[in-house]
């Protein structure tokens, strides 16, 4: 399989080389220049399939020869095996409510899915390579911890998590600084989300520094988080016991989860909508429902992961509405990036083919979660709930909520609504007491690349 870029179509370059970039070299996404579509037997062939099986028959198809089938299928396997559930998801169906339960791996978000994939496929990676890597991510506050527990004890590799001081759970926060491995560095920036981001992309962008270091991400843009969440999809669709078009509603940030939905549906799942659930910072809603795709500032909520205003995936859509135009990309790249752009009709049209999209506010978070308590017996967490909101609001029934995180991750929400504390897994417990180890610096892009080469491999 051969990946260009979103603001260059004319590159050709394998997995291996855009798993280990992460972003194309002038600031693009990237995609496979085609995409395999599914007859109705062969998504037929799949639907028996273990959760293992099944995403190795999928992901296999973008992998190329990075490795052989064999060797994928050993690597899904070792990745999921750190997972509570033994399908890894868990569906769960209570009357008219249908969740699928995506937290059951070690850091108790649907990050986890991915990333010990994309651990795994660094550790197969360098055991043929003498190449030292290191990992360079931002984080809302799942993805870190995910990412740290993937990468952690792994040799010639190093990872450096950047968070927004003080905007994400002490959970959050506790899962990824108590880790001890010499590893993981831990960077709280003074600053929002959308700065740590922005930090990770500058230092991409600048080559001599992300040359010199060996420089790798595994931000929501990287494309094997994407391959490895279309593989719930399918697997859910399996398991619904009906041959109906299936709905998801999908709590949403950086448009990663969402999107690996609509890969889905372009590879032929039979997809009806995706429900694009967003709390205040409500972009994507604002884009999807009228075209208007001005970012304000970032308001800090009770669903901190999904706190963001640079939604950096929907580039990946926008080059397929726009036919694989790569011109008309970096044009739009940059109204955004002054913050005048607007979807003109036509492309408004054909992603509302696809997506609908819904916001909710604070109150109707903590409503929504104590309803749930109420009517199902089932504690959700704020950001599953913003999904779980979304469907009433649009007033329809059969959709799938995806649930992005365990509960326990937000007890201070939780309390709010429904003055119920919800405790750690026993085996997470420990990490309440520990010693946190992390640096705080200002927002500031020198001091911190100076920071990291002292401390790169
Ligand atoms: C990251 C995250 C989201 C948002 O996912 P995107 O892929 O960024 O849209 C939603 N919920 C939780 C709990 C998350 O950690």
Redesign the pocket.
């Known amino acids: 399989m051969e990946y260009f870029s979103t603001r260059n179509n004319h590159i050709s370059l394998s997995f291996e080389n855009i798993f280990l970039k992460g972003l194309s070299d002038e600031g693009g996404l990237f995609l496979p220049k085609k995409i395999k579509k599914f007859s109705n037997n062969e998504l037929l062939s799949l639907k028996e399939l273990s959760y293992e099986d099944l995403a190795t028959e999928i992901i296999s198809i973008f992998t190329g020869n990075f490795c052989s089938k064999k060797q994928l299928k050993e690597i899904v396997k070792k990745s999921y095996s750190t997972f509570s559930e033994k399908d890894v998801v868990k569906l769960r169906k209570i009357d008219d409510l249908q969740i699928l339960e995506l937290?059951h791996g070690p850091t108790l978000?649907?990050?986890d899915v991915a990333m010990q994939l994309i651990g795994n496929f660094y550790e197969y990676f360098l055991s043929k390579n003498s190449n030292k890597i290191n990992i360079i991510v931002a984080t809302?506050?799942?993805?870190g911890a995910a990412a740290i527990d993937a990468i952690k004890g792994k040799e010639n590799i190093n990872i450096f998590v950047l968070h927004p001081h003080n905007k994400i759970s002490p959970v959050q926060r506790m899962l990824m600084t108590t880790n001890k491995s010499k590893n993981i560095f831990n960077i709280a920036i003074n600053g929002n989300f959308d700065d740590c981001q922005n930090l990770v992309k500058q230092m991409f962008a600048d080559r001599s520094f992300s040359k010199a270091i060996n420089m790798s991400g595994v931000n929501?843009i990287n494309w094997a988080r994407i391959i490895a969440?279309t593989v719930y999809y399918f697997f859910c669709y399996f398991r619904i016991e009906n041959n109906e078009k299936i709905s998801f509603s999908?709590?949403?940030?950086?448009?990663?989860?969402?999107?690996?939905g609509y890969l889905a549906k372009k590879m032929g799942l039979p997809i009806d909508k995706l429900l694009v659930a967003t709390n205040e910072n409500d972009i994507l809603h604002r884009a999807i429902s009228k075209g208007d795709y001005k970012a304000n500032q970032v308001k800090e909520t009770i669903?901190p992961?999904?706190d963001?205003q640079v939604?950096s995936?929907f580039e990946r859509l926008l080059f397929q509405i726009y036919d694989n135009n790569s011109e008309k990309i970096i044009e739009i790249m940059k109204d955004i990036k002054n913050n005048e752009f607007n979807l003109d009709e036509i492309a408004l049209k054909k992603i509302q083919k696809d997506f609908l999209s819904e916001s909710l506010n604070e109150k109707e978070i903590l409503e929504i979660i104590k309803n749930v308590y109420k009517n199902y017996k089932v504690v959700i967490?704020p950001?599953?709930a913003i999904g779980v909101g979304a469907v009433k609001k649009i007033k329809k029934n059969n959709f799938v909520v995806l649930a992005?995180?365990h509960p326990c991750?937000f007890p201070n929400a939780i309390f709010k609504s429904i003055e119920k504390k919800v405790d750690l897994p026993n085996h997470l417990k420990g990490i309440l007491n520990q010693k946190e180890e992390y640096k705080v610096f200002q927002n500031d892009l020198e001091s911190l690349k100076s920071y990291i080469k002292n401390n790169c491999k």
């Open positions: 937290f978000a649907f990050k809302s506050g799942d993805t929501s969440q999908v709590p949403t940030g950086n448009f990663g989860d969402v999107y690996a669903s992961s999904m963001i939604a995936n967490d950001h599953t992005t995180a991750k």
